[in-house]
């Protein structure tokens, strides 16, 4: 089954947060908790040896997602045509109901809004937009062009095999379908 993934530049990824309003505006997702695509910051050493890098969270449409495993009801699916995993929230139980999908997935890729018992949701890959030939929404908005996204082993053929980064333990049971360019630590030496 084809996987479509995310590339993420670490040395472009300045965590200005346009891809994650990008997001929550083209996908209507109110203020809240619920974020689909999240940065966050890793800040590792001590003065003057520091070293601040971001880190691409979100759904990371796994070749063999737990999420879809957990779930009683069927509610998250994953395409047959691109890897794409989706989650229908007519079917979904609710985070007080059921919540096993945000047990399950080591990414928090589960998203849930504020309102009681509320459906998961979580990064469909702007579905729609794929359909159509179209990047995500995220990395179409991505003014860094710290983003990219495709069929996984064209990503793997285009930026490397990089699939592990500080903050990120590639799982090679669950697959998540992402490549990263690493952004290198600090050298500079510290004072005596």
């Known amino acids: 089954m084809p996987s479509h993934g995310f590339y993420f530049d670490q040395t472009r990824c300045t ?4 891809c994650v309003v ?18 966050k910051t890793i800040e590792e050493g001590r003065y003057p040896k520091v070293n601040v890098s971001f880190l691409l969270q979100c759904c990371y449409h796994c070749g063999n997602p737990s999420c879809v495993e957990v779930c009683p ?5 994953k395409r ?5 995993v989706l989650v229908d929230r007519k079917v979904c139980l609710g985070k007080e ?9 080591p990414y928090d890729a589960a998203q849930f809004g504020a309102e009681e018992n509320a459906k998961m ?3 469909d890959f702007c579905i729609e937009r794929l359909t159509k030939g179209l990047k995500p929404i995220c990395v ?21 095999g990089v699939r592990a980064a500080e903050g ?20 500079l030496p510290r004072p005596d």
């Open 140 to 160: 179409a908005a991505c003014p860094m062009r710290a983003l990219d996204s495709g069929p996984i082993d064209e990503l793997m053929k285009k930026y490397g």
């Open 97 to 105: 109901s059921c919540g096993l999908c945000l047990k399950e997935c």
């Open 121 to 123: 949701q979580k990064c």
């Open 15 to 18: 965590n200005c947060l346009t």
């Open 80 to 84: 047959e045509d691109n890897g794409v």
């Open 22 to 39: 990008a997001c929550k505006d083209w996908h209507n997702v109110p203020a809240g908790p619920a974020s689909w695509i999240r940065i």
């Open 73 to 77: 009801v069927q509610a998250i699916q």
């Open 168 to 187: 990120f333990s590639f799982s090679p049971k669950i697959e998540p379908s992402v490549i990263f360019k690493l952004k290198a630590k600090s050298t």
